[in-house]
């Protein structure tokens, strides 16, 4: 299975199942393209089986005429680039099979460890944003700091069900998790005193709304947090439409400075200022830019997911807009390459060279089962988009796991159990998508969210368009 796009000048193919990546020239495009239409190798399961063999004469026929009837090429020239492509097609890097179907399973089965957290240490927010998914805060339940002897069961719990993983993480998460600081502060200082007789490493990340920020929390955070996400969303006007004080202010001039410190003084690494854009911000591409022109290195920004019914939901109709603004958003960021204002965005930051590894790509986030939400009352959920859905309440940190048929759910699911990714390109990029967005779509964690899965899609398109630009400039140099 191939996927072909043409994008800046670049006639891409990229082989879906071995990830190789080829820029090509019109014709080699146009050939394959052919191959793919006639189905060629769905024909051909014999790998030593050439087109050139006398019994596939007709179909190499069939390709030369079709291809000399829309080039000026002479038929030699198209022999020697079908040549070229059936050696790549020897290589496994066209039209390969697919290696990783028939071990999804047992792939999906090593991440059945646990490895990270989403310690929720506060039920609780200081603000007051129109499109939080939390419930304002407290998941539409009651509101509540964790306390400390839950923070350290929660500790003690990963470690004990980390197997013979070495590096654990721990998100503090909220609400506002700057609420309950000094919860996070004890908890790394427990985690740091037992982490070496258990042979472990944590690795802690800090999720602010920046309301609380102050000099103490940067100095803390950039010495103990591998990771830092702030939360804002771009432009004062986009901003402080959606994220809001409990007054009903806006909170970019409350946030904006502290930020900047924050990033300066991590030296630009390991943080991410992450937004959201709605249907009022479609042109969120400015929202970025704005955002990098600050001084801001690393940066994300996600569509809004939310029930359709509210005036800021994003639907198919929006479809073009967002494809445009990543367009403008890619352009932007070739122009910037290894200048001084250039930024990264984390949907485009992929390694296509080594990337993540199998298993990953296979199973997904490791949602329910190397990663699990923790609640202030000590709740188990497989995630924070599932926190406050009762049927998916895995269990307590006092029972452990209990709920043991919907924890195999995620231990069953992979882009191969999911019928709309099988034949999907972007499968091994996306690893099938949110199992929450699905269900809070779908009713089952089984299915797929099509808006986020055709976003997803272009994300990919763009960021292997852009990697070949990088590579193409390089070999000019």
């Not at 050696?87 to 047992?106: H, N, P, R, V, W």
């Not at 944003?129 to 998941?139: N, W």
């Not at 502060?185 to 490493?201: C, D, P, S």
């Not at 932007?332 to 949907?347: I, V």
Request: charged content about 30%; some cysteine.
């Amino acid at each position: 299975m191939i996927h072909q796009f043409k994008k800046d000048g670049y006639n891409i193919v990229i082989d879906n199942n071995s990830g190789s990546i080829h820029s090509v020239d019109e014709l080699a495009y146009d050939i394959i393209h052919s191959y793919s239409s006639l189905f060629v190798l769905k024909n051909n399961k014999n790998k030593e089986e050439s087109i050139f063999d006398e019994k596939n004469k007709e179909v190499l026929n069939n390709i030369i005429s079709e291809i000399v009837s829309k080039h000026s090429a002479d038929q030699s020239d198209i022999l020697e680039t079908i040549e070229d492509i059936e050696t790549l097609i020897s290589e496994g890097k066209l039209f390969s099979e697919d290696d990783f179907s028939s071990i999804a399973q047992t792939l999906k089965q090593k991440m059945g460890t646990l490895k990270a957290i989403c310690l929720h240490v506060a039920h609780d927010c200081n603000m007051d944003c129109q499109y939080c998914f939390a419930g304002k805060g407290h998941y539409s339940g009651d509101k509540g700091l964790m306390k400390l002897d839950i923070a350290k069961k929660a500790i003690d719990f990963l470690i004990a069900n980390s197997g013979n993983r070495r590096n654990l993480e721990v998100d503090f998460f909220g609400g506002e998790p700057l609420l309950n600081w000094e919860l996070c502060k004890e908890t790394v200082k427990y985690a740091r005193k037992i982490e070496k007789e258990h042979n472990k490493n944590f690795r802690f990340t800090l999720t602010t709304n920046g309301l609380l920020v102050n000099d103490e929390v940067i100095d803390f955070s950039n010495e103990n947090m591998c990771n830092v996400v702030l939360s804002l969303d771009g432009r004062k006007e986009t901003n402080d439409r959606m994220r809001k004080t409990k007054s009903g202010g806006g909170t970019y001039d409350l946030v904006l400075e502290k930020f900047k410190k924050f990033a300066e003084k991590r030296g630009h690494k390991d943080y991410y200022v992450r937004g959201t854009f709605t249907k009022n911000n479609l042109d969120f591409a400015k929202d970025l830019i704005h955002m990098a022109d600050l001084g801001f290195k690393e940066l994300s920004i996600e569509p809004v997911v939310t029930s359709d019914d509210v005036n800021y939901a994003i639907d198919e109709a929006d479809v073009d807009k967002i494809m445009e603004n990543y367009d403008i958003l890619t352009k932007e960021m070739n122009e910037r390459a290894g200048k001084e204002n250039s930024f990264n965005f984390y949907h485009y930051d992929i390694d296509f060279m080594k990337g993540t590894c199998v298993a990953k790509r296979v199973a997904g986030c490791g949602v329910g089962t190397e990663y699990l939400a923790i609640t202030p009352e000590g709740d188990i959920y497989p995630c924070h988009q599932f926190v406050g859905d009762e049927e998916y309440l895995l269990g307590n940190l006092e029972t452990g796991i209990v709920n043991f048929e919907k924890k195999r759910e995620f231990e069953e699911v992979s882009v191969y159990s999911r019928e709309d990714c099988i034949d999907c390109f972007a499968k091994l990029y996306c690893s099938g998508g949110c199992c929450a967005n699905s269900y809070h779509t779908h009713g089952t964690i089984l299915k797929t969210h099509s808006l986020s899965c055709t976003l997803q899609k272009k994300r990919v398109e763009n960021s292997i368009a852009m990697e070949i630009k990088k590579l193409d400039e390089e070999d000019r140099i």
